[in-house]
Every structure is written in C-alpha cells, then in structure tokens.
C-alpha cells in the first residue's frame, strides 16, 4: 500500500517512514504543508499519516479540505494533545483515528493495519478468498494448512489483489501501490512480480488472470471437473 507521511520533525518522520517501509509499504515524505497539498493532488493515498503541527500549515486545515473535497483516504492523525476535546475534534473534523505523541511504535503499526484493513471492508487481520488465507498481522499466506512467506514487494501485491478480488488491476494502478515518488522500479516488475504469484497460487484454488491491454484479475479456479459436470449437465 502506499501512505503518506506528513511530518516535519526529521527524527520523527526518519522514524516513521523507516518503519512503515520496513512493512513493505510504498512511503512519501511530505515535511510541509504546501508540499503535501502537492503530493496529495499528483497521487492517491491508501493511508495518510498527518501531523497538527506544519510550519506553513495547521494540519486539521489540511484534515478539512481533504474532506471537503471528497477525499475519503484513511487519515491518521499524530498529535501531542491528549485532551478530550481536541480528540473529539480532530474525529468531528473527519480524522479516522489519532495517536498522541510520544507513542509506542508497535501501537503504531497496529493503528496502520486496522486502517487499511478497514478501508478495504475487512474486520480481522485475516483475509480469504478461496482456499487462500493472507494474514496481515503475521505476514504469512496460508493454502489450505500449509504456511507459505513471500518478500515484501510480493506480499504487498498480493495484499492489493486479495483487497479487490474479481477487479481488473492495471500495470499503473499497481505501481501506485507499491512505489512511491523516489523509486524507479522497471517498467516490467510488475510481470516478475505476478509471475513469482502465480507460481505460489499453483498450489491454490484461486489465479491471476491476464486481462490482455486492461491489467490482471484475481479470480477462483474454474476445476476441469466442474467445467465436465456442466458438460455433463
């Protein structure tokens, strides 16, 4: 997933852009407000992490106009309030959810999971389509019992293609995703990416289907003995 990191504090937003991308996410750094307003018009988010306190910028502004736009990207609001109101505020104000600063970065990372899983209509860290099992928290796949890890590039995609199954993905949409404005993968990673996939899936009931000119799809297997039963019927 790609997220944006809005931060102006250098320790801090090294800190959190170190761990996010540690997760296998695509990171952005914007250090200003102006220089967020930017990033979020050249891109979409799946999750922005947002700091109150901007040198140029109040960041419930950006929060706001976010919102009035139609933006609905998940927003994780970083703050040193920790008063109700304020809390109460920043959630009136369209914020998603809120940690107060100092934090512990293992909460942060759980806040980043719920987000995004919410986002994608999920309720547990556990999604499953077919005989498939993508485990967010232990980033681990299961195929019926067998447990299978993939590298972070590979478990990302495959987290984009278990969150829209049954949807054609474009090349660009899934570049998106998984890169962010400081990297320059080939143009073909996407293929060695699938290609490594779809040689986990061969062990599964599910595939990723090439869509020739329109991208990939993740769809269920149709067996050859239920293609012989509707023959037969």
């Known amino acids: 997933?790609?997220?944006?990191?809005?931060?102006?504090?250098?320790?801090?937003?090294?800190a959190i852009t170190y761990r996010v991308k540690r997760l296998g996410h695509a990171v952005d750094l914007a250090t200003t407000g102006s220089s967020a307003e930017t990033m979020l018009q050249q891109q979409p988010y799946d999750l922005i992490l947002l700091d109150l306190n901007l040198p140029d910028a109040n960041g419930a502004t950006i929060l706001n106009h976010l919102r009035q736009q139609k933006v609905n990207t998940p927003?994780?609001?970083?703050?040193?309030?920790?008063?109700?109101?304020?809390?109460?505020q920043l959630l009136d104000l369209g914020a998603d959810d809120y940690i107060t600063k100092p934090f512990d970065f293992g909460e942060l990372e759980a806040r980043i999971?719920?987000?995004?899983?919410?986002?994608?209509?999920?309720?547990?860290?556990?999604?499953?389509?077919?005989?498939?099992?993508?485990d967010h928290k232990k980033c681990v796949i299961r195929i019926d019992d067998q447990e299978f890890e993939l590298k972070q590039r590979e478990f990302r995609l495959l987290e984009i293609f278990m969150?829209?199954?049954?949807?054609?993905?474009?090349?660009?949409?899934?570049?998106?995703?998984?890169?962010?404005?400081?990297?320059?993968?080939?143009?073909?990673?996407?293929?060695?990416?699938v290609a490594r996939l779809r040689k986990?899936?061969?062990?599964?009931?599910?595939?990723?289907?090439?869509?020739?000119?329109?991208g990939y799809l993740l769809e269920k297997q149709v067996l050859e003995k239920q293609l012989l039963e509707r023959q037969d019927g």
Not at 113 to 134: I, K, P, W
Not at 164 to 176: A, F, Y
Not at 200 to 214: A, D, E, M, P
Request: charged share 25%; hydrophobic share 40%.
């Open 163 to 193: 969150g829209h199954p049954t949807q054609v993905l474009s090349k660009e949409v899934l570049m998106d995703h998984l890169y962010s404005f400081d990297e320059n993968p080939s143009p073909n990673v996407i293929e060695i990416y």
């Open 113 to 134: 999971r719920a987000l995004l899983r919410r986002s994608q209509g999920q309720a547990q860290d556990v999604l499953e389509f077919g005989n498939v099992c993508f």
């Open 1 to 14: 997933m790609r997220i944006l990191v809005i931060e102006d504090d250098s320790v801090l937003s090294e």
């Open 75 to 88: 927003v994780l609001v970083v703050t040193a309030r920790d008063q109700v109101d304020d809390r109460i």
């Open 200 to 214: 986990l899936l061969s062990h599964s009931n599910i595939q990723i289907r090439t869509i020739r000119g329109l």
